[in-house]
């Protein structure tokens, strides 16, 4: 990599981190805590994001859903009267604060709540940018593999909160719990890690109860 392309990616994230910046705090101002959603394709993201919105026992809701193309999700979370906008961006693996600054102004923050911020399924690049959120929510499943966090270490590193969804599949998938833990206590020694099933509810309760001591 030549130092004109370390110079460009230094100018990319800088900026994107400032307007990240302002995102917050204009949230912060509307009494609204984001959360940055992040997951491979598959793992349940938009499952989830139903069950929380649930749980949260009438505390507002807003979703940003971020897809490479598609609105199948938001189309999902409309019908059930979440307030809901779209992002696709035709082949860009992740969000940014330019993609979510600019959709916040079609997303009518009228009362304080919860911003959930569904990025791309990736477990690379979502990490890597912030987009103005308070913290970042990582899903996993048992599906995926024990392995996840000693091949994507930098989601593990960055989430505030795991979740290990799909844990109804557990009785059939050769998944090690503690293999699992171990790889990511040594990049994350303090988020939380919680098993849940978006098919049975298991475990949305404790993540509810966490989000809304953290807003």
Sequence with gaps: MSNKDVEIMENIYSENDRIAERIQKSLHEQGIY???VMGAPGVGKTSSLIKLIKGLNGVKAYVIEGDI?????TKKLKALDIETVQ????GACHLDGI????????LGLNEPGVLFIENIGNLVC??????????????TTVAEGDDKPYKYP?????AAIILLNKIDLLPYLDFDMDYYIRGIRVLNPNAPIIKVSAKTGAGFDEVCEWIQSRM
Excluded: Q, R, V, Y
């Design 34 to 36: 984001a959360i940055n």
């Design 69 to 73: 193309e598609s609105d199948i999700d």
């Design 87 to 90: 992002i696709n961006t035709g």
């Design 99 to 106: 993609l979510i600054e600019n959709t916040l102004n079609d």
């Design 126 to 139: 979502p990490a890597e940018f912030n987009i103005g959120e308070n913290c970042k929510m990582l899903i």
């Design 154 to 158: 930098l989601a593990f590193e960055k």
